[in-house]
T-cell receptor
Framework: GAVVSQHPSWVICKSGTSVKIECRSLDFQATTMFWYRQFPKQSLMLMATSNEGSKATYEQGVEKDKFLINHASLTLSTLTVTSAHPEDSSFYIC????????????FGSGTQLSVL | KQEVTQIPAALSVPEGENLVLNCSFTDSAIYNLQWFRQDPGKGLTSLLLIQSSQREQTSGRLNASLDKSSGRSTLYIAASQPGDSATYLCAVADSSYKLIFGSGTRLLVRP
């Protein structure tokens, strides 16, 4: 089956630093990738939709200058948490779609971000 | 605004029991509904996908039903095993194909 690789799995950083998370589709081309955030014991909340070669579409309440998304190729999307603060500590998950209707949706293994 | 609710939030059963997880959604205008499994600190694995025109889908010991008019779906797990222990997430796709997730049911199957 299709594989989505997400790195790093864990990251601990100091407040004020920036953290980049990568999401790669290893064996298929993903025209659309999605970034989610998940707080403990809560559901996944969609942050933004990323389309290759165009600007990401952010969900209401998500700061685009805070969470920079780049989708430069059909197999790679990156999420950069800029000037991270403790409240940004969360589990971030990406997913990649093989179809325009998201019926073929594959998830990365997630990144646990802890900001001290 | 679509809201997805899952009941119960947590469930503990002895091995071998059949169990039902519930999912409800407020807007019946969905494109499809999916059930996912999430292991601790991991990503999601798709279990079953039901199109809006379908009533149910089956895969092995799993059976998912969909009643779109009442805004409900159930995931039935037969003969549960300790390896089934995980969080089960229900998600509906809206007209723009975005997935809206419930908060999940944390399942523990005791040996």
């Amino acid at each position: 089956g299709a594989v989505v690789s997400q790195h790093p799995s864990w990251v601990i950083c100091k407040s004020g630093t920036s953290v980049k998370i990568e999401c790669r589709s290893l064996d298929f081309q993903a025209t659309t990738m999605f970034w989610y955030r998940q707080f403990p014991k809560q559901s996944l909340m969609l942050m933004a939709t990323s389309n290759e070669g165009s600007k990401a579409t952010y969900e209401q309440g998500v700061e685009k200058d805070k969470f920079l998304i780049n989708h430069a190729s059909l197999t790679l999307s990156t999420l950069t948490v800029t000037s991270a603060h403790p409240e940004d500590s969360s589990f971030y998950i990406c997913s990649a779609s093989q179809s325009s209707t998201n019926e073929k949706l594959f998830f990365g293994s997630g990144t646990q971000l802890s900001v001290l | 605004k679509q809201e997805v609710t899952q009941i119960p939030a947590a469930l503990s059963v002895p091995e071998g029991e059949n169990l039902v997880l519930n999912c409800s959604f407020t807007d019946s205008a969905i494109y499809n509904l999916q059930w996912f499994r999430q292991d601790p600190g991991k990503g999601l694995t798709s279990l079953l996908l039901i199109q809006s025109s379908q009533r149910e889908q089956t895969s092995g010991r799993l059976n998912a039903s969909l009643d779109k008019s009442s805004g409900r779906s159930t995931l039935y797990i037969a003969a549960s095993q300790p390896g089934d222990s995980a969080t089960y997430l229900c998600a509906v796709a809206d007209s723009s194909y975005k997935l809206i997730f419930g908060s999940g049911t944390r399942l523990l199957v005791r040996p």
